[in-house]
T-cell receptor
């Protein structure tokens, strides 16, 4: 148990569907992350939230819309996705990010395996 | 900018044999380096990290890695493989004052009985 949970674990959706991925952390952290993991490719950082404020959007298409209502929860809203968006989506959390501060260990959830038909 | 290259996308070892996973980094500043492991159907778990202290870093599950600046390497080793070591391993790098991790493509380890 890593303290970071993700639901659902598996999701199959059509290109016209709207769905949401949920992440919850039980570690008392204040920073949360979304990553995309495609087969045989390095993990790609998508979004970062620090104290509920988005601090990073790594040129992610607008069909992915993140939401961070509080420091414990992070959502990824999906709409009109493409088949190439099929991947494992990982959520992570860490201690709060401070300006000029050092690296904080990131704790990962088990991921949501997304298939877009 | 920082990046890592993992040499070999797949490594197969016999149970009890040495595990060696190679990682070379590129960084414009002194790097922080990490190894993560991902077991099937699970998220990533930190094995060990180098943050400019001792160059030989010991991690969990008997793994260790050595930072070699002259070779820009951070190879991961375990003296004796166990069946439970079968997983995917990722090397990652960051700058000391940056939360962003740059990951390698991963190396899948299989352990033969």
């Amino acid at each position: 148990e890593t303290g970071v949970t993700q639901t659902p674990r598996h999701l199959v959706m059509g290109m016209t569907n709207k769905k949401s991925l949920k992440c919850e952390q039980h570690l008392g952290h204040n920073a949360m992350y979304w990553y995309k993991q495609s087969a045989k490719k390095p993990l790609e950082l998508m979004f970062v939230y620090n104290f509920k404020e988005q601090t990073e959007n790594n040129s992610v298409p607008s069909r992915f819309s993140p939401e961070c209502p509080n420091s414990s929860h992070l959502f990824l809203h999906l709409h009109t996705l493409q088949p190439e968006d099929s991947a494992l989506y990982l959520c992570a959390s860490s201690q709060a990010l401070l300006a000029g501060g050092r690296y904080n260990e990131q704790f990962f959830g088990p991921g949501t395996r997304l298939t877009v038909l | 900018a920082q990046s890592v290259t993992q040499l070999g996308s797949h490594v197969s070892v016999s149970e009890g044999a040495l595990v060696l996973l190679r990682c070379n980094y590129s960084s414009s500043v002194p790097p922080y380096l990490f190894w993560y492991v991902q077991y099937p159907n699970q998220g990533l778990q930190l094995l060990l990290k180098y943050t400019s202290a001792a160059t030989l870093v010991k991690g969990i599950n008997g793994f260790e890695a050595e930072f070699k600046k002259s070779e820009t390497s951070f190879h991961l080793t375990k003296p004796s493989a166990h069946m439970s070591d079968a997983a995917e391993y990722f090397c990652a790098v960051s700058a000391p004052n940056d939360y962003k991790l740059s990951f390698g493509a991963g190396t899948t380890v299989t352990v033969r009985a």
